[in-house]
Each structure stands twice: as C-alpha cells, then as structure tokens.
C-alpha cells in the first residue's frame, strides 16, 4: 500500500499562486482515483479536486476555473496548481488516493494560508 506525502503549502497574499504535490511512495499507475481534500478550521473536510486512472478530473464549484489537478504517474505525483487563491482557500490540503479492494490512503496534509 503506498503512502503520501503532500508539499507546497505556505502563505501566499489573495490573487496569488500556490502548487501542491503528493508524492507516492509506489506506483500510483493503477490507482484508480486520487483526490485533494481541504479542511479550514471548524468545518468539514471537503473534496476540492479528484483525478481518476484514466486522468479525467472534476472539481468542487468553489474551485472551477481556479485550480488545476494533475499528476504523472511517471513521477508517482499528483499536483494541485492553485491560481487566484482567496482567503476561503484557507485549509489543510489532504490528498487521497483509492485503489480497489484495498483500504484508502490519505497523506498528512499542508497547511496553506491565504492572508495578506
């Protein structure tokens, strides 16, 4: 079972630019869905993005047109580049990763801070 671990978060000023990575510890080639979740203090953790085997992606409505999910699976990685971020986006950002017939995999998340 792989694990996650995420990177990139930071603090960066309203209309700003962040990438988040979540490196695997094995191959994600065969994982069937990897997500990006964030939870901001007193709220639940939600779906932001998520990126099947085949490489289609969705996305949260709070985040269409802002951020981009991808990954290479060349590299075992999956990225979230977030544009034009809002002090909303403030969160700790978890990636997921499912692959059938095995138990989820979550990493330990990054905290990002939109903040001026």
């Known amino acids: 079972q792989v694990q996650l671990v995420e990177s990139g978060g930071g603090l960066v000023q309203p209309g700003g630019s962040l990438r988040l990575s979540c490196a695997a510890s094995?191959?994600?080639?065969?994982?069937?869905?990897m997500r990006w979740y964030r939870q901001a203090p007193g709220k639940q953790r939600e779906v932001v993005a998520a990126?099947?085997?085949?490489?289609?992606?969705n996305y949260a409505d709070s985040v269409k047109g802002r951020f981009t999910i991808s990954k290479d699976n060349a590299k075992n990685t999956m990225y979230l580049q977030m544009n034009n971020l809002k002090p909303d986006d403030t969160a700790v950002y978890y990636c997921?990763?499912?692959?059938?017939?095995?138990?989820?995999?979550w990493g330990q998340g990054t905290q990002v801070t939109v903040s001026s």
């Open positions: 997921f990763a499912l692959k059938s017939l095995t138990n989820p995999v």
């Open positions: 990126i099947v085997r085949s490489g289609e992606t």
């Open positions: 094995g191959s994600i080639g065969s994982i069937d869905v």
